[in-house]
């Protein structure tokens, strides 16, 4: 069979044409990424949540506790909604969702200024939800160390003592359930590259999988040769908007949110195109493989769907399972990720030499492997 001349054009023309007349198509490439990036910065743009609802037990009602709660409540992290007469109680408003932390203020903790030996004031917080418990056990925390750390002051000039002397009540945090933290850049950096990953694979498979007539790739190979340049034009004006969309959002994250990015940014979005385009590859090599499009949006959605949870980014892989750490290692996402991390940390280049590599076998290997496939039902049709 003898191919097109220009079968790089030829694909992509013809994709060109199908995504004008397509406006489904064409919002998967336009309209979709916009809103989730939208979205996901929308949601991370605090940083900090704030006016988190806590309960407050204060067992002493003394002038010390009275003027810790006024501390806690001026502070912008939380909120004291509930003040019930009890632990019982309160903890029962922490399992049912409808305060995040507890602050307990011991019977004589005013008193335990004088005293050598003072009751502990105790924050109990929920910490299943990401960073919601965490930041506002923090937010109580930083509110009592202030009021504490002064009166202690007064209370040692009073008595003529060096400050060295005094015994504040000592603060202490106890988590209730699973502790986690994260701050915006870290989520953003986790969840946007991570949501374009997904999209771009089954972008591939959307735009190779229209191509099967009767499960055969004959009439797409017929009009544009169906080899190496076929596809790369076939799948450019995918990967090219997606990487474009990749960097809109790493122009957002460093540039208007002032996250630095103490590497090198240009890797990064190098690195980031180069995931793309993997991604893109392997899902067409899914299609030419099987012929089924619902078969490659499934693979597609296990790969890549999972590739967040299995990253490292979220959950540690270090005591895991040696298939959880097998199919970390063995997703592309997990290699991107590396390098864009320490990216943002400041490691030298050298160190994304290695991931750089496993990036471009992402895009080689399942390429070759399309182009044989497509090769080998070529001779046998």
């Not at 506002?136 to 504490?148: D, N, Q, W």
């Not at 060096?162 to 106890?174: E, F, G, K």
């Not at 320490?342 to 182009?371: C, K, R, T």
């Amino acid at each position: 069979m003898t191919l097109p001349r220009h079968g790089f054009r030829a694909a992509l023309r013809r994709e060109m044409v199908h995504l004008r007349q397509c406006r489904w198509d064409l919002a998967m490439l336009t309209l979709f990424p916009a809103i989730a990036i939208l979205i996901v910065a929308a949601m991370l743009i605090a940083a900090v949540p704030r006016a988190l609802p806590i309960a407050v037990v204060d067992q002493d009602n003394g002038t010390l506790s009275r003027e810790i709660l006024r501390a806690v409540e001026a502070s912008p992290a939380v909120s004291i909604v509930e003040r019930p007469q009890d632990m019982v109680e309160a903890e029962r408003l922490a399992r049912a969702g409808r305060v995040w932390a507890i602050l307990l203020v011991p019977k004589g903790v005013g008193e335990g200024l004088a005293r050598s030996t003072t009751p502990t004031i105790q924050i109990f917080y929920n910490a299943s939800f990401l960073t919601i418990g965490s930041s506002a056990a923090s937010g109580i925390r930083s509110a009592v160390v202030a009021v504490l750390a002064e009166r202690g002051l007064d209370a040692a000039r009073a008595r003529g003592l060096p400050a060295i002397r005094i015994h504040p009540p000592v603060v202490q945090a106890t988590v209730l359930f699973n502790p986690q933290t994260s701050f915006e850049w870290y989520l953003q950096a986790l969840i946007q590259p991570a949501v374009l990953h997904l999209l771009i694979g089954c972008v591939a498979v959307m735009a190779m999988g229209r191509e099967l007539q009767g499960r055969s790739l004959g009439h797409w190979r017929a009009e544009t040769g169906g080899g190496l340049a076929a596809i790369a034009g076939k799948l450019l004006p995918y990967v090219g908007a997606i990487s474009i969309w990749g960097l809109v959002w790493l122009i957002w994250l460093t540039g208007v949110r002032g996250w630095t990015m103490n590497g090198s940014l240009l890797l990064t979005v190098v690195a980031q195109a180069l995931l793309f385009a993997g991604t893109a590859t392997i899902s067409t090599l899914l299609v030419v493989a099987v012929r089924k499009p619902s078969f490659a949006f499934s693979a597609t959605a296990l790969y890549a769907g999972s590739a967040l949870a299995y990253s490292g980014g979220t959950l540690p892989l270090a005591g895991g399972s040696g298939f959880a750490r097998g199919w970390s290692e063995a997703l592309p996402f997990t290699h991107y990720l590396r390098l864009q991390m320490d990216q943002f940390l400041g490691a030298p280049v050298a160190v994304a030499l290695p991931q750089i590599a496993a990036l471009l076998l992402y895009l080689a290997v399942p390429l070759w492997l399309a182009l044989l496939l497509l090769h080998r039902r070529e001779a046998t049709a």
